[in-house]
């Protein structure tokens, strides 16, 4: 199978641990383990999670810019953890990133340098909060006829006129907001819904999170969208919000560096009015959690590209918080289907080659 | 509605919770509150959770015999707690049980005090362990012709031969085991299942609960089959058995009284072998959980004889460990339609009144 | 024993709970139990802790003006727990507070509203930050020769020219600041002390805290202050403080209303480089904490008015985070003597009376 | 200094986290580090952590004996870690250890293979329970001129004709029984402490320990005995017993291998009855917390065997649960005398030297 060629917007955490990770599985499917840890569809369209190929980066750090991108994924403020594996230089400079004050030419700029690098995917990874930024770099994206995976919560695949670029030029966008591999929303919302299936009442619960990257910064001030977006993601019928406390980010904890703690705590009210009480720890590599998700995403978009399609993938439905027109659009069945022509697709080629 | 007529068999915590907790919906349910905290199903074949009137009670232990259940479900070495309920004497005494030594003549004299009662279910609530007991009581219950619910791992609706006599009796049974209202197994399930569904590996995982009422004294020398029960309840595609530790007591903790805390931890691998670390700190009332689901056990097995059902009754399936058959035999379509039966034969009936 | 005539300027949460909580100990002295759950010295200059007279009120709240300080405490955003005491009418009703716009005609009122109550100690309980409150309080204090305690981290008794006025005055004054009664950082530091004692290496430890009531709204903004003194809190000999990550509110939980949850971890390095982990939950009733602490510091302020004692008690210092010349100032061999003295001249005037 | 010449009798995770331990902190001390973390005392008598020799081993196992102590260490049912350490060869071979069937003839064996050893002390670290075995050990060493560091709590030092045996072959005896580097016991006992000091009234508490090595096995069945040392080790004024649950082994949890985790939980009664509520975990590397105070004792050992010391050392009493006639025969001044009795002596013959 040919390699997924893949350009990264923002050389940060996220980026570092996708980097490496691809590495971790190269080493691993080298081996006789069959066995891939961490990985929730080992292939897709054909494509497993180490068949990717880093072809272009861009960043505004001065730290990164002009490195390596083995190198960059180390530099600056980056604290995922340096993992056992080899990183031979990938033979790609961090260029320039687009810049707010002059952004046109720096979109011209990238769009001229994605054409080049023979990108498939754009993966947009920059800090939550620079719409400006999601949309240039999506507008440079669809100027190259490369399609988008949009990591953040910024708006690109809900955005009509982004999404009809991507439609004109082709290709797939794939947004908005990734939905954590294995997160406090996820547990939290599974545990909520189980009271509720069980029949015991919920009197009040809470989550709160606190991690050691830049990410946990930014939240601790600007959280009120955040916590927005946990609320939602715990919504779920028969839950009353008022009852919920969400805190995204308790603060900024330097000793845990690029993990992420969340304690949930659920008060409930059982048989006679007795109580019941759950109390909850749970402890991820922050940008793990996002890298495990952008592969799937990377991987939908190279595959889907490939065979033509265009626009939102039903496949990537359920790895988004925020999918074009929302959850409720994309069936189980819908999303199955997607994969299976993803798959398809990839096996007839295998087949004809 | 007519109230339903339950006997108990073993006037222990379970009944303590289930006597008190009767009064505590009878309570709400006189004021304006329509809400009931901790029940599953408000109504079942018109019966609401305070529907239930007990007309005999069956114990061996000295400190009970001959007590109004109101005092019984508080003595001897019970440690529910005393709700702030009301308590009145509910004018039945507490008669001298089944006895090992001879049991055919108190399963002769059982039978009758059950006939005289007017009993509609006996709910068979002894300790766990006592094969024999299970058996005298179903035989005076089929002999009489009152529905069983057996709240114990012993072997009753799954001995074809105790089924038979209650079929050919006319009248329901309900059992084996208790299914928790909410305890530790269908957290442990819920969580483990979550992190197959998000592609994290599992590494290793424990449970281990501890208590202080009686069964936790027991459980601690004789857990292993207990332990088998639990390692079945969490059991699941996918999962390897030699990655779980199961310890259903991990010791009586005298100050927890009735009272039970499970721990569970979960390793697991998420991207590039990166770890996931879950700990979890579960704390409810025990006997809370068993009459969270006696009720909704009771009021099955009385509507269903009131309409003439024999045997075993789907409704009930989930909310046993060991229905007959094994839960496979029931279909979640089954259960709903079983309960539907059950609400529409109350309704035309109190439609006919 | 004469009672201890109190007068209070804030009508908060901590009020609440020592107007309650006096209650509840008049309670318990009146039955047979000998035993004073809570209480860290049963007497102190031969008062008891329900040896209080509540004599006059001061607050700013329109929401409390006027009320019986009996209902004040129970009204306005104010969410300690009603207790299971009963709170007769105490006859008092709270006054205007002293107010920023016009200081000196309030505190000239507040003098005289002093004076006519009889008060011997007026505790200061405003919300932290309010540094001319403290000031204007302290000054009608001093004037009406009554005792103060200062709860809050301003400035009274650490500042000279307020220290000399109460000198002059010939009354006590007591402050700054609360220690804890029992709270994340006195469990905090002695884990440290003990880690460091068995000689296991500190690598990193956090401890975050969260609340429901308005100090941890308040904290969250305006937290630095708060972060510096709960690291000095933790101090000691052999700590690098940038191993420490202290987070005094990590937000305001709606539901844990005047509870305050602390998580601390503690991650050691042991023989041989393994690892140490020490994860903890602490859950308290905030207003408590600082209830537990007031008595004993309004006890210590009249007894000592009583016989003559002027500025500050050395029995205070080690309830208080900020004693006027820090801890180091007071021997435990001095604060000993300062309790002895208060006792014997208790017990002498008692034996002639 | 010429290093310590050290026998080991049993070779079971502690002395593989022993060996282990000795690699790694002689591969810090030849770096430019100068921390030795987890090390409580860098140097005793001049003894480093490093400066040890091993020289002879003993054990029963067919899987161990004539392996290299290297080998041996990770063999049979031990699972300490393999610490990132290079372990050369010692070009030590384990021997036959002191079997029950014919007990003197192996314990002349023994003693000629101490001799000959050169060993200057031998540690006796067999699983809990073998009385016999600690005997035949001691006689093997006092006969050979051996001192001896008794790691279990069998009866050495505690037994006066051994202890008198030692003292008449002019060599020290250091035991009986551990104390853990840091445990659940010394965390419990001083929160406990702390919550006293503090004047919060003890209501409940309770300790669980479990672990995946051999030790929890054997715990989880004869933890009677176990259960009183521990009790005994949180005992202090003030604390009734009747409020305390001590679980010394809740299970054997496989996942864990050499980890120990125990949770203790404490419920405390504040001001005015409100409550007061702590829950922790602790996760340790158990034969780490071993090792570490096995390390302290063998120097101790040695350093006093070579000016000349016998029976008793009060600088061990610290390191261990059950001193010959109990801890408070040994002041904390007479403990540092010890220290610097041992250190004074070395000095002054490294200045001779």
Redesign the interface.
């Known amino acids: 199978m040919v390699q997924a060629r893949v350009a990264v917007a923002g050389v940060g955490n996220n980026i570092s641990?996708l980097v490496?990770?691809v590495r971790?599985?190269e080493g691993r499917s080298a081996g006789e383990d069959p066995?891939l840890?961490?990985?929730?569809?080992p292939v897709i369209g054909a494509l497993r999670p180490h068949d990717v190929e880093f072809v272009a980066a861009y960043d505004v750090s001065p730290a990164k810019i002009g490195l390596d991108v083995a190198d960059a994924i180390l530099a600056g403020k980056n604290n995922y953890?340096r993992?056992d594996?080899t990183l031979p230089a990938t033979g790609v400079c961090v260029e320039p990133g687009i810049r707010e004050h002059d952004p046109d030419a720096d979109v011209r700029r990238v769009t001229e340098s994605l054409r080049r690098s023979g990108a498939e995917v754009l993966v947009y990874s920059l800090p939550t909060g620079l719409q400006w930024a999601a949309t240039a770099y999506a507008t440079a994206a669809a100027a190259a006829g490369v399609a988008l995976v949009n990591c953040t919560p910024e708006l690109v695949s809900r955005d009509q006129r982004m999404l009809d670029a991507f439609v004109a030029a082709g290709v797939p966008v794939l947004g908005d907001d990734l939905a954590s591999?294995?997160g406090a929303s996820?547990?939290h919302r599974?545990?909520l819904a189980?009271?509720r299936e069980?029949?015991?009442?919920l009197d009040?619960?809470?989550q709160?999170n606190?991690g050691g990257n830049e990410d946990f910064r930014n939240l601790r001030e600007h959280g009120e969208s955040k916590k927005a977006s946990k609320l939602n993601a715990i919504a779920q019928d028969g839950l009353s919000l008022d009852?919920?406390?969400i805190?995204p980010s308790?603060?900024?904890?330097?000793?845990?560096r690029d993990q992420k703690?969340a304690?949930v705590?659920l008060?409930?009210?059982?048989?006679?009015?007795?109580?019941?009480?759950?109390?909850?720890?749970?402890?991820?590599?922050d940008s793990?959690?996002a890298?495990?998700v952008i592969?799937d995403l990377v991987r939908i978009a190279v595959a889907a590209r490939r065979i033509g399609l265009k626009g939102f993938v039903p496949a990537a439905a359920a790895l988004l918080k925020s999918p074009p027109d929302g959850h409720g659009a994309y069936s189980q069945s819908a999303v199955n289907t997607s994969f299976e022509e993803l798959d398809a697709a990839a096996e007839s080629r295998s087949a004809a080659e």
Chains 1, 2, 3, 4 share one sequence.
Request: aromatic letters at 10%; a positive charge; charged letters at 15%.
């Open positions: 641990a490496q990770g971790y599985y066995e840890p961490g990985i929730r569809r953890p993992l594996v591999h294995f996820i547990v599974s545990l189980l009271l069980r029949g015991i009442t009040q619960t809470y709160i606190i009852r919920v406390d805190i308790g603060g900024y904890v330097a000793g845990l703690v304690y705590s008060d409930g009210i059982g048989w006679a009015g007795t109580p019941v009480n759950l109390e909850l720890r749970l402890r991820v590599q793990s959690n890298a495990g592969i």
